[in-house]
């Protein structure tokens, strides 16, 4: 089946630092990635909807300037958190939808990248 | 507003027993998708069942089946012949478009 790949599993930076996470559809194109934020015992958080070639849609209360959001191909997205602070310590997953195929528009997820700012 | 709502936080089941886990949802929509996934220990993402809301028959795999009400917007998950694999966070989600809205889970704990 598809597969989605997160990079890196876990990163822990310096807070004031910037951390980039990576997502890749590895066997198929992704036009659309999406980027959730999920807190510890909660649910998913749906943070941006991240499409090839154009800006980032985000979610209601999510910071643009701090959560850069770039999809330069149609294999690749990237989550950049910028002057990380210890409250963005958590975990985040992106997922792809896989296009065409008479998939029926699945999605697939990565699988999530633990956060820890220091 | 699309939400999506599992009443039950937690639930347990025996092995081998048969577990039905609740989901409701609210939308005013007539074509969408919905679906439940499977969060283990790892944190992975994993996909059990998808059902069309065109479609009325429900969705079936394996030992995991739903009972879809589309009138009254009821997505139930029932998992029978429970196996210790089974043990998770499960969440139901509906997907209209392109986004998928989950509830808020529920951590399904399997009794040997």
């Known amino acids: 089946g598809a597969v989605v790949s997160q990079h890196p599993s876990r990163v822990i930076c310096k807070s004031g630092t910037s951390v980039k996470i990576e997502c890749r559809s590895l066997d198929f194109q992704a036009t659309t990635m999406f980027w959730y934020r999920q807190f510890p015992k909660q649910s998913l958080m749906l943070m941006a909807t991240s499409n090839e070639g154009s800006k980032a849609t985000y979610e209601q209360g999510v910071e643009k300037d701090k959560f850069l959001i770039n999809h330069a191909s149609l294999t690749l997205s990237t989550l950049t958190v910028t002057s990380a602070h210890p409250e963005d310590s958590s975990f985040y997953i992106c997922s792809a939808r896989e296009f065409g195929r008479g998939a029926g528009n699945t999605i697939y997820f990565g699988e999530g990248s633990w956060l820890t700012v220091v | ?112």
């Open chain 2, 1 to 112: 507003a699309q939400t999506v709502t599992q009443s039950q936080p937690e639930m347990s089941v025996q092995e081998a027993e048969t577990v039905t886990l609740s989901c409701t949802y609210d939308t005013s929509e007539s074509d969408y998708y919905l679906f439940w996934y499977k969060q283990p220990p790892s944190r992975q993402m994993i996909l059990v069942i998808r059902q069309e809301a065109y479609k009325q028959q429900n969705a079936t795999e394996n030992r995991f089946s739903v009972n879809f009400q589309k009138a009254a917007k009821s997505f139930s998950l029932k998992i029978s012949d429970s196996q210790l694999g089974d043990a998770a966070m499960y969440f139901c989600a509906y997907r209209p478009a392109q986004k998928l809205v989950f509830g808020q889970g529920t951590r399904l704990t399997i009794n040997p």
